[in-house]
């Protein structure tokens, strides 16, 4: 008996989850941040390293990355830490209002590794740590590390990023063109500042702010992590 319950249930659990309305959630269509990163064309990326401002610390390096569309400064660091890992931070540099960073992200101290600089011209930089290796090509921005010689993982190689800074939000009576005309011309304006959907209102006071950026994984079959709704944890093809 207990045997058959434990079955009613699960089946119960089965049914439920085949029931879910998927028109209760937003498709990328109707969400106006995932139609402008859509909109991004692949191989024309705006996003530059300025190879002349970045300095080089015991710990990793820093710099600026220009957006040449809009001449928006970023600030790139990079930091090769232990067990072959590499953390890579990009932010803007002179924000109107500061991002959220979640304080939890990483829990235990970061163990930096030792590394030196192979490489560096107008072209980017070549950094080795252990037995990777770290090219960072500055126009447009790309970072490729790799593990000995195989090329690992890929960052921006689709030309993909695109980092929403924070602006002001246009005077009432101005319209969002005004504010946009010297921003991205080329940006889907709907929903910039509000949008709605099946009658609920979403007020947006800080305006666009989202991030995105394409990541290659060589040779890799699977990229696991948690979908944003219900589904395989072996994530699915976003561009």
Same mark, same amino acid.
């Given at each position: ?21 998927? #028109? #209760?959630?937003?498709?990328? !269509? !109707? ?9 991004? &064309? ?36 990079? $930091? =090769? ?7 890579? &931070?990009? *932010?803007?540099? *002179? ?7 979640? =304080? ?28 990777? &290796? ?12 790799? &593990? ?19 602006? *002001?939000? =246009? ?9 946009? !005309? ?25 305006? =666009? ?9 060589? #040779?890799?079959?699977?990229? $696991? ?15």
């Amino acid at each position: 008996m207990a045997t058959m319950v434990r079955w009613v249930a699960l089946l119960a659990v089965i049914c439920a989850v085949a029931a879910v309305d998927r #028109n #209760n959630f937003k498709s990328c !269509q !109707q969400s106006s941040f995932c139609r402008r990163h859509r909109a991004a &064309k692949p191989g024309e990326s705006p996003y530059s390293l300025l190879v002349d401002t970045v300095t080089v610390s015991e710990t990793g390096i820093v710099g600026d990355i220009l957006n040449e569309k809009n001449k928006v400064i970023f600030t790139l660091e990079v $930091y =090769p830490l232990e067990d072959h890992t590499l953390r890579v &931070k990009i *932010n803007e540099k *002179n924000p109107i209002r500061q991002r959220f960073e979640e =304080p939890y992200a990483i829990i235990a101290g970061l163990h930096t590794e030792k590394f030196t600089v192979d490489e560096r011209s107008f072209d980017g930089l070549i950094l080795s740590f252990g037995e990777s &290796k770290v090219v960072l090509k500055a126009k447009p921005l790309r970072i490729d590390v790799y &593990k000995g010689k195989n090329l690992v993982i890929s960052t921006n190689a689709r030309g993909l990023l695109k980092f929403e800074h924070y602006r *002001n939000k =246009p005077a009432e009576g101005e319209g969002e063109n005004a504010d946009l !005309q010297v921003i991205d011309e080329e940006e889907d304006k709907d929903g910039l500042w509000e949008e709605t959907f099946k009658g609920h209102s979403d007020s947006k006071p800080n305006g =666009p702010s989202s991030v995105g950026m394409d990541i290659s994984f060589i #040779n890799s079959k699977h990229v $696991y992590g948690i979908p944003e709704h219900a589904d395989a944890f072996s994530l699915k093809e976003t561009t």
